[in-house]
């Protein structure tokens, strides 16, 4: 029987060797597609049309990809949020879907934290002055003692809570299912999506993508914060509507915004590369050695239950739904 042809392309295989040895371990065939910046992306599509099993990071796998893929069993997202795979065709096509939750959840954290106190501070504004050779003071804000709102209460946004208990906050925050006991424990007061909006100081967004999030942080709710306001965003670029976000800061209706992800990456708005209160970021939040080793080791282990569970390419492509995995 002939080993599996995998597929990689998540850019984060390109920081570390266990995810290659851990494959290579399996015995698979494995097709190296990490793509190198500056180069044009590699052709799915092609890519794919004999693989028996992908490992993908923000590439877009739709229907039509899909449709040349005739051996493919699982692909597996290197990360949390499977929005960039169109879950109807893998159903339709046989293929499982796999993500690997909770893997970089303390890298994010930690991130989303850090571009708090880099706003609120006005970090990046001060590095940038002392490396023009000026010696300015930048008159920020306190993130010990503010209120923060946290959208999204899944494994990121409980991290972002734990790791402000030191900061003395007011903690406020919204999802659809909430661990009430643990809310209580950390000292997070449940709220309405509208009610945080109007109270934080700093707005951190923690939500998958979805047909009801798209947009969610858009004029009306950008309007009702309070001038002295940050939104962070390490989720997903389509949650803020970035006109009227730019209209916000130009305005300074809201203090600033730091943003890791955007709608369209890399980023392609050119008018936010030139504003002083706006921290930008490359999609890095997951991007530390432990989140990394974690993620694409749960990635590999996807892709080894798919082969323990199914035929080689030489079988059926049929669909399945096993526990981790979205069929």
Known sequence: ??????????????????????????????????????????????????ADAAIVGTERID????????????VVKAGAGVDNIDL???????????????????????????????????????????????????????????????????????GVCERLKGFSPTLIGNDVVVDKEWARQVGLELSSIDQ???????????????DETRGLIGRDAISRMKPTAVVVNTARGGLVDLDALYDALVERRIAGA?????????????????????????HNASYSNDGIDRTVLGAVQQVEAAFRSRPSSQGENGSAHRPGLLG
């Open 1 to 50: 029987m002939s080993a599996w042809k995998v597929v990689v392309t998540a850019r984060s295989f390109s920081e570390t060797a266990v995810g290659w040895k851990a494959l290579e371990a399996m015995g698979a065939t494995v097709v190296r597609a990490v793509p190198v910046a500056g180069a044009p992306a590699p052709e799915l599509g092609q890519l794919l049309s004999d």
């Open 63 to 74: 229907a039509s990809i899909l449709a040349r893929a005739d051996h493919l069993k699982i």
């Open 88 to 158: 109807l065709a893998a159903r339709d096509a046989g293929v499982a879907v796999g993500s690997v939750p909770g893997a970089n959840a303390g890298a994010v954290a930690d991130y989303a934290v850090g571009l708090m106190l880099a706003a609120a501070r006005r970090v990046c504004e001060v590095d940038r002055a002392v490396r023009r050779g000026e010696w300015s003071r930048f008159l920020g804000v306190d993130l010990f003692g503010a209120t923060v709102g946290v959208l999204g209460l899944g494994n990121v946004g409980r």
């Open 196 to 210: 945080i909006v109007e109270r934080s100081d700093f707005l951190s967004l923690h939500l998958p993508l979805t």
């Open 258 to 282: 730091a943003l890791d992800v955007f709608p369209l990456e890399p980023l392609q708005d050119d008018r936010f590369r030139s504003m002083e209160n706006v921290v930008l970021s490359s």
